[in-house]
């Protein structure tokens, strides 16, 4: 086995960020929009309100006229076209989100009005508010309404709707591959023999990736033989613009990813990065399509998978601003016996807005990250947190 050149991991980042490019784009219909990136900006088509509309449930009448006896002369449902022009000491019983007539500039609350005979009313209320919605007040016709990159929420649909981007262009998203390598994995739903483990990692990655927004497709576990690997690696290359193996990266007799990788002309841009977990990472790519060989350590392959391979994914389908830190105390001092390498650590946000770090013995100790909603990142060269230090931390 070589000796690999640990880099640290910014520079890992770095470099696997380099090759990530926006994928494309394609049109998706509003149901399927949600969380997707905006690839262009997008206009309005129309000023909104698109007229004067009432606010309110009531009687639209001149304001000069609200002390006086009103006389109804006509009725405005939402939808319809006002037919008469308000004239002095005249109103018109109108509803919420009707045009309001002409001749009218306020609208008297119904719940203000007494009748005091047929078609004959009054405003029994000092009233304050026009209860207009005035044409154009939200937005006016060709402002841009989203921008490109924007990530699409449940209130920018309500906007695309409303400006009748019915089918926003937004970035494509990868098709990704998940596969487990090792000859101890059996499937969850098996009794796992002696020697055996259960395989979580995939089942771990899908649920990342989707999580994300990505369905993967899981390829299933593949022995630690190499024509085996050679044989499922080269199939999901040609089909996966992103591959994610688990297991068999590292410096063992029986990790032969990289090996193959490397037969099958896969350029291995970064290999061995000084972080902990994850250290034994391998990112490799050949003409776009992009190989992520994830340490086997089920903590590692989740650590890395956050903080390496979604800020790849998320540039691929075009998002910005990817990187989700927060900065907040430590609610407790924080030590660790050497202080060579940056690690990663599961730690709880708190109602207090302060950092719990908790137990955790390391990269198999899977069970630690159950309770964690964050990660946090502890520095090479730093030894110790004291309680009330501001620390990095990636919400989960
Ligand atoms: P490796 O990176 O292949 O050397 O594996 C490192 C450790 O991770 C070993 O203890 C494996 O048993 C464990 N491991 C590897 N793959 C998986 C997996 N898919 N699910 C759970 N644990 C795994
Ligand atoms: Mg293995």
Known sequence: MENKTMIPFAEGLETIKRFALPLGTEQVDLFRALNRTLAEDVFSDISMPPFNKSAMDGYACRKSDVKNLLQVIEEIPAGSIPTKS?????CARIMTGAMVPEGADW????????EVGPNLVRCNRETVNANICYMGEDV???DRVLKKGDVISPSHIAILASVGCYKPMVYKIPSVAIISSGD?????HEIPGISKIRNSNSYQLVAQAKQMGIDADYLGIVRDDETAIRNVLSQA???YEVIVISGGVSVGDFD????????LNVNIRVHGMDVKPGKHLLFGEKENHFIFGMPG???SSFVQFEVLVKPFLNVLMGKTVDENFLYLPIAADYKRKKADQLIFVPVILTKEGTIQPLEYHGSAHIHAYTFA???????QNRLEFKIGDIVCVRPL
């Open 107 to 114: 609208v008297i609350m119904k719940e203000h009005i007494e």
């Open 297 to 299: 350590n089920p903590v």
């Open 256 to 263: 032969f990813v990289p090996k193959i990788l490397k037969e």
């Open 373 to 379: 909603n964050g990660i946090m990142e502890m520095p």
């Open 86 to 90: 308000i004239g002095e000491n005249q």
């Open 237 to 239: 290359i040609e089909k």
């Open 140 to 142: 006016k016709l060709g």
């Open 184 to 188: 101890e994995l059996v499937e969850p």
